[in-house]
């Protein structure tokens, strides 16, 4: 099984110039695609290639409905009820900018709250940020516990009537903790909030069902679900949708305009302004295609077992210390006592080919809270392999013979 998955891959098998294979350990910053992926995607060019929704040609029907049967998967993935709920965007950033801008600007106002968490990625928390200066609003953050843990007597006691909006993270992309979002919106709904959940680092890894979670809106990229590049998803319940005004303004979205004044075209279209990311939506069909047919069962279980490995090395080197819970998703930061985890990922790549990430990781208040600067961090994804750990744990400790301590 893993070795067919790996087989479509073509990137696993690269050699660095010591003859090294490639050992992807950064999945969290975005996966590798998938040959279904890339061949639909070039398919889509060679044989397909019209804008949508506006010729009437062959080609550009065919094009549209392309483009609109993705989208249907879409929905069907996440478990969607109307396929307008599902908004095609350039990323989960664009989607948050989205959300803050045409629903936070109608629905936010003075001394309002908005709750969040200490462990956001910037996307999920500078859109607020602009938001609750230019209205007068307050934001609040749900602190995390020592072992990385949302403290949910906090939150239960942060909300009240003034409770707008409730917007975090599914599963956070340093500390690797999932969040229980069922829990989170149930608690929000009591106090008539909005809800929103950052589904980037979850997509690929848990299967969504937006109707049972029940949030109001949710986000994710195609690029960190072995999809393409430049293409996300915003989901919003429809009738939330209907009420809310267009984000950007011009070709596709209007329905009528004259010289002074225009009107609005129907969901899903208001809110896709301009020539959509056609050939991405195609390779996000095929991505989701590519995860149905591995299914979310065998993929948590590979991937845990994968955590649970990884989490077993690292902790026996005394110089290393993990961040966040123990039980978690594809993701580990840790730090080392001698060796600042931008030299260990820049060994770790040199000695062994094993691709780390190292830094802040887009989440600067939560590195000030655990009291780092930076953390190297590795995670997994469907094709990654216990022998890539132990390269993982080679390359540490080539780099401690480097630091000589
Ligand atoms: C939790 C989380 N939210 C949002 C984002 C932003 O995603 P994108 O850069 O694809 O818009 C990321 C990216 O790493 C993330 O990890």
């Known amino acids: 099984m893993l070795k067919s998955i790996r087989k479509q891959f073509p990137i696993l098998d690269s050699k660095n ?17 998938p040959k279904v992926v890339l061949r639909a995607i070039s398919d889509f060019y060679q044989n397909f290639c019209a804008n949508t929704h506006r010729g009437v040609y062959q080609l550009a029907e065919n094009a549209t409905q392309i483009f609109e049967t993705s989208r249907e998967i879409v929905q069907k993935f996440i478990n969607a009820r109307y396929r ?22 109608e629905n936010i106002n ?12 910037h996307s999920n928390l500078v859109p607020w940020q602009i938001l609750a200066q ?21 939150y239960e006691k942060m909300l009240s009537s003034k409770t707008k909006l409730v917007a975090l993270t599914h599963l956070s992309n340093v500390l690797g903790t999932i969040n229980d979002i069922n829990f989170i919106v149930k608690k929000a709904k009591k106090f008539g909030a909005t809800t929103f959940v950052d589904a980037a680092q979850s997509v690929a890894h848990l299967a969504l069902d937006v109707q049972k979670i029940n949030c109001d809106f949710l986000a ?14 915003l989901y919003g319940k429809r009738e939330i949708l ?45 991505a ?30 005394k110089n290393i210390t993990i961040y966040g819970p123990s039980t978690r998703g594809a993701v580990i930061a840790f730090t080392h006592d001698f ?13 062994q080919n094993v691709a780390t990430r190292s830094g802040h990781h887009c989440a600067m208040p939560l590195a000030k809270k655990i009291g780092v600067e930076a953390t190297c961090r590795v995670s997994f994804g469907i094709y990654n392999t216990k022998e890539e750990i132990d390269r993982l744990m080679k390359g540490i400790l080539s780099a401690e013979k480097i630091f000589n301590k």
Not at 85 to 105: K, R
Not at 220 to 233: I, N, Q, R
């Open 17 to 33: 110039t010591r003859g090294q294979k490639l050992a992807y350990l950064d999945n969290a910053s975005t996966t590798q695609k």
């Open 84 to 105: 307008e709920e599902i908004i095609f965007t350039s990323g989960t950033t664009e989607s948050i900018n989205l959300l803050a801008q045409a629903w936070g600007e």
């Open 110 to 121: 003075q001394n309002d709250e908005i709750i969040l968490t200490e462990m956001e990625h």
């Open 134 to 154: 230019k209205k007068g609003a307050r934001l609040l953050f749900i602190p995390i516990t020592a072992d990385g843990q949302l403290d949910m007597a906090v």
């Open 220 to 233: 994710f990229s195609a690029h960190k679900m072995y999809g393409p590049f430049g293409l996300g998803v």
């Open 242 to 286: 209907e009420k809310m005004s267009p984000y950007q303004y011009g070709g596709e979205m209007i329905r009528e305009v004259n010289k002074e004044k225009s009107s609005w075209n129907n969901l899903p279209y208001k809110f896709e302004a301009g020539t959509q990311n056609i050939a991405g939506a195609v390779g996000l069909a095929m």
């Open 288 to 317: 989701i295609g590519f995860l149905r047919r591995i299914g979310f069962a065998k993929i948590s279980k590979h991937e845990r077992s994968l955590s649970h490995y990884a989490m077993k090395k690292l902790s026996k080197n």
């Open 339 to 351: 060796i600042h985890p931008h030299d260990l990922s820049a060994i770790l790549d040199a000695k």
